[in-house]
């Protein structure tokens, strides 16, 4: 009955709502240049709504620029350029020029004879080329590397990115939901830990005293605000009493870890980090299914992925734990 009053308090003061409302309209620019036809097709589909609403400044943040002139537009604002190209295009593209910029370069290479696509195996970094090979641009062919690759170099304005530009949703939902999950994994095992090490209860009390239900419920709901925000959607009462069935279920899944853990103190430790990784897994999804087909995931769904995701989180719960462990001694 705490936790569940806790809960009601926690929603009724719209916990975060106002950070991600901040967040939901940061400044940020993307530097295109290469081919203009090839440059048409990528605003195109970065502009397109499949259905949704496009703030009005969405395209304000799509700037074309002149390699050559490329340092001196520059601001803060400015997080990624992306160079579009054909096959044949690079040997004599003067990225040497984009490199001063410093910041992550994405090169889009289209080349419709390719039959196996062809990508770094992670994002660029500053003043760093990646080149990315596809047949075409389309959202089904840049939704597997390109996008997600793109969105790990919007650090802070992932929200800010998505709310802008649908095609990017699926990718931003999907990286604030990997970061909420191990938040919530670290939270429980931190929790669970002191229990086991004495010493760590000095470093560890407060994340104890506070309640790891009530921590965890806390991330989950401003997971939902955060993928919310980023399908357009301005955080509110009304949305979030819509979307707690999604962390609703959560509950009998840390109360489960508790048990086990009481009972199984070293396995155990184990299992509530993963259960909290795996239920905030459930809730992020979860909570991007709602918004883009406009009802809940089906129970047997959201069991099948709970399950897969408890597995991997398991091993990674368990690494935790020894380091934690080491640090007690």
Not at 17 to 26: G, I, Q
Not at 29 to 36: A, E, I, Q, Y
Not at 150 to 158: A, F, M, P, S, Y
Not at 199 to 225: P, W
């Amino acid at each position: 009955m705490t936790s569940a009053g806790e809960l009601f308090t926690l929603v009724r003061k719209g916990v975060g709502a106002t950070h991600v409302h901040a967040d939901a309209h940061k400044p940020f620019r993307f530097l295109l240049c290469g081919d203009p036809a090839l440059l048409a097709d990528f605003r195109a589909l970065l502009l397109f709504g499949h259905g949704q609403e496009i703030p009005f400044d969405a395209p304000s943040t799509l700037e074309t620029i002149d390699p050559a002139r490329g340092a001196t537009v520059v601001g803060r604002d400015a997080r990624a350029v992306i160079f579009l190209a054909r096959a044949g295009d690079l040997p004599g593209a003067r990225l040497d020029l984009l490199q001063a910029l410093h910041l992550p370069i994405f090169v889009l290479t289209v080349d419709p004879s390719v039959t196996v696509e062809s990508h770094p195996s992670s994002a660029p970094g500053p003043a760093v080329i990646g080149e990315y090979i596809v047949p075409q641009i389309d959202r089904e062919t840049l939704r597997v590397r390109f996008f997600p690759h793109l969105i790990e170099r919007c650090k802070g304005i992932e929200v800010a990115v998505g709310r802008r530009f649908p095609p990017l949703r699926e990718a931003v939902a999907a990286k604030l939901t990997r970061g909420a999950a191990s938040s919530a994994l670290k939270v429980a095992v931190a929790s669970a830990v002191v229990d086991h090490v004495p010493v760590l209860g000095i470093v560890l009390g407060a994340v104890a005293s506070a309640g790891d239900m009530v921590a965890i419920t806390g991330i989950q709901i401003v997971l939902m605000m955060q993928i919310g925000a980023t399908y357009g959607k301005d955080p509110d009462m009304q949305r979030i009493w819509e979307l707690l069935p999604v962390v609703g279920g959560g509950f009998g899944w840390r109360a489960l870890s508790r048990e086990l853990a009481g009972f199984v103190p070293v396995a155990g430790i184990a299992i509530k980090g993963a259960i909290a990784y795996a239920g905030t897994i459930v809730v992020g999804e979860g909570a991007a299914f709602f918004y883009e087909h406009g009802r809940h995931m089906t129970a047997p769904q959201a069991a099948q992925l709970y399950d897969e995701k408890k597995r991997n989180a398991m091993l990674y719960a368990r690494e935790m734990f020894d380091r934690f462990k080491r640090f007690g001694r």
